[in-house]
């Protein structure tokens, strides 16, 4: 891969990791510590918002964020074309050192 | 069946199969000793990163803590799980690129300096070593209590087992173990949820259970209503609000978020696996092995906190079911009579309350609370023991490589074969293991304080550096071992001072800026960024070769060598 390339794809990598902390820490910092009390006034059911954000709701983002990275790389490295098959039996057969 | 023999059933098949697994996966070079040959499938991994992060204190404390300190006790429910995102998207990845064996290897060669390997080496041990001696506790515990064998017999049985696994299949073995240890402990956590998930709102899930209503024979109402009710009515805290201060709460979560990222045994579990995209994958597949039981917990916590209260308030102490005594032997739960009249009054003023409840009852002990059946009492002791096992094997084999791989081979000894590496690795497992034993046995009062300061203090001093190694290109060794040294002293001393040397000014008014010492780590790590960029300026760059390593760590594929 030229230099060039490699600083594009470092770019977008930045970029998709930039964005999905920004998601991140609003959803934990933001809402779940910041804005807790603000978001207790709107009740789901038996839960207060606030309060469901920072017990459950901001574990189902997290997943959700890493999952949505998994996709966006995957998708960033086949662009670029990192294949990354090939490796994977050419370093099993590999000694320590 | 009672439930001492289903427990002695569950302990001997579970522990029967951790020894069978042991035998299959043996290591037979540093490669798999290390990191289990890096063949180590994603799914596989994620679950084995789940049982090494999920230790003790997750399994029998977390929903015990939560249940007291309720809307509080977020922290740690974002705190151990949102350092996952960090994990994922910072680290994990270009760690694996990077292709070494241990967190030191990295800090050693990115920073091209011994003092650096050292600092780092220091660092993953001693974090390493407190957090383990907190595990044999824990499984003393848990087989003093259910299988009444005195603390000491538990401590060895428990040693025996991970020495026996640890030492012959190293990280191989651990890994599979630790897939059979996810498993039990998951099951033995949602099981006795979702029966009282059941029983108290007729929801079989306990995540929504959390939110939903009462069943007629509990009063009906939601179920979190009903707990901010009568924790009012009793004089403590409203469940569903918070009482320690916002910026408190903030620094604590932030402090176990980055402490989670730079814990070096969760992070050497990706260098198992064959690539990059499958460290992605093992991170994503970890996190919701995680998140099932982390979401779990608060669940529980209601579900706990709600049920001891209806059992106990204003009842007749001679009415009190088995369980009630059984406990109070332990000294788990403690009955005092001021009044006299016989009834027991748990209420949140201190003068009149007469019933006193240790936290970890909430999980070991809600089974019977709720009159589950026996053999759902005896899983609980099995995934404890799970818990506890699979993290001190995990925390023993950091201590092992960073030992044998990064004093002996890499900085004191590189002549050494590939064979004498691995007798060392082996050694030093052993001597960490009956140490670890040892230090269970005979707690000092500090370990437990220290283990949940660990954090702070991996947060403090390897996570900056690690971040800054990948994403700085221009970063320099000065910069990173001034950091370290800053963020570790700087996190340390606070937390010396509040709980050893001054601790009548361990209060909201005596702490910096109203930090505890459990979120002064996000300081540190501030103070470490801070010293590193500050120092970086003013010294030269880093050389050619590791600017190379730096860019090609971030690229994924291509030639990853060994």
């Known amino acids: ?97 | 069946m009672s439930v001492q023999i289903w427990t002695f059933i569950f302990v001997f098949l579970t522990f029967g199969l951790y020894i069978g697994i042991a035998v299959w996966s043996r290591a037979g070079s540093t490669i798999d000793f290390y990191v289990a040959g890096g063949g180590v499938p994603p799914l596989a991994n994620g679950m084995a990163t789940a049982a090494d992060w999920m230790s003790a204190a997750s399994f029998i404390s977390m929903a015990g803590l939560i249940s007291f300190l309720g809307r509080d006790g977020t922290f740690y429910l974002m705190g151990w799980t949102g350092g996952y995102v960090l994990l994922a998207l910072l680290l994990a990845p270009y760690l694996r690129k990077f292709g070494k064996f241990t967190v030191p290897d990295f800090i050693g060669d990115r920073y091209y300096s011994r003092t650096a390997r050292l600092i780092a080496v220091f660092c993953a041990i001693s974090v390493s070593f407190v957090y383990a001696c907190g595990q044999m506790q824990g499984a003393g515990i848990v087989f003093s209590r259910f299988l009444e064998v005195d603390i000491t017999a538990g401590v060895i049985i428990g040693m025996a087992i991970v020495f026996f696994y640890a030492v012959l299949g190293g990280m191989k073995g651990i890994t599979y173990t630790q897939v059979a240890q996810y498993c039990v402990l998951i099951f033995a956590f949602m099981v006795p949820a979702i029966f009282i998930s059941i029983l108290m709102t007729g929801i079989p899930i306990p995540q929504i259970g959390f939110g939903a209503e009462l069943t007629e024979a509990f009063g009906g109402g939601y179920l979190l209503d009903r707990l901010d009710g009568i924790s009012q009515e009793l004089g403590f805290a409203v469940y569903t609000e918070g009482q320690r201060s916002t910026q408190d709460v903030f620094f604590i979560t932030a402090a176990l978020m980055f402490g989670t990222a730079g814990l070096p045994h969760v992070i050497i579990r990706f260098f198992t696996v064959p690539n990059v995209r499958d460290a992605r994958r093992s991170a994503g597949f970890a996190l919701i092995f995680i998140a099932i039981l982390y979401t779990t917990a608060p669940a529980v916590a209601a579900f706990a906190r709600t049920n001891l209260i209806n059992t106990v308030n204003n009842a007749e102490y001679t009415a009190m079911p088995e369980w009630f005594s059984k406990w109070e032997t332990t000294n788990l739960i403690s009955f005092n009579d001021k009044n006299g009249d016989g009834r027991i009054q748990y209420v949140g003023d201190p003068e009149t309350n007469e019933l006193e409840v240790n936290r970890d009852i909430m999980v070991l002990a809600n089974p019977e609370i709720a009159n589950l059946p026996n053999w759902v009492v005896a899983l609980v002791a099995a995934g404890a023991l799970a818990a506890a096992l699979s993290t001190a094997a995990g925390l023993l084999l950091v201590i092992s490589t960073s030992v044998a791989h990064d004093l002996m081979k890499r900085s004191f000894m590189p002549d050494i074969s590939e064979k004498q590496e691995l007798l060392y690795a082996r050694m030093a497992i052993f001597i960490a293991v009956l140490v670890a034993g040892y230090v269970g046995i005979n707690p000092p009062a500090y370990v437990a304080q220290v283990v949940a300061y660990a954090f702070g203090l991996a947060a403090a001093s390897f996570f900056p550096a690690i971040v800054l190694g990948i994403f700085q290109k221009s970063m320099n060794k000065q910069g990173a071992i001034a950091g370290m040294i800053a963020g570790f002293l700087f996190t340390a001393g606070y937390i010396i001072y509040f709980k050893s040397l001054n601790p009548a000014m361990d209060n909201a008014q005596g702490w910096l800026l109203g930090i505890s010492p459990e979120g002064i780590g996000t300081f540190g790590t501030l103070i470490n960024l801070a010293v590193a960029w500050l120092v970086a300026s003013f010294t030269p760059e880093p050389p050619e070769d590791v600017q190379a390593i730096v860019e090609d760590i971030r690229l994924p594929g291509e030639a990853i060598k060994r």
Do not use: H
């Open chain 1, 1 to 97: 891969m030229s230099d060039k390339n490699a600083l594009e794809y470092w770019k977008s990598n930045i970029r998709i990791v930039l964005s999905l902390l920004g998601v991140w820490f609003f959803i934990s910092f933001g809402c779940g510590i910041l804005l807790v009390d603000t978001l207790d006034d709107i009740r789901i059911g038996g839960f207060k918002l606030g309060f469901w954000i920072a017990q459950q709701g901001a574990i189902f983002v997290f997943v959700i964020l890493v999952y949505v990275y998994i996709y966006l790389m995957d998708k960033l490295d086949d662009a670029y074309n990192l294949n990354q098959d090939e490796v994977k039996t050419a370093e099993n057969g590999e000694e320590a050192q």
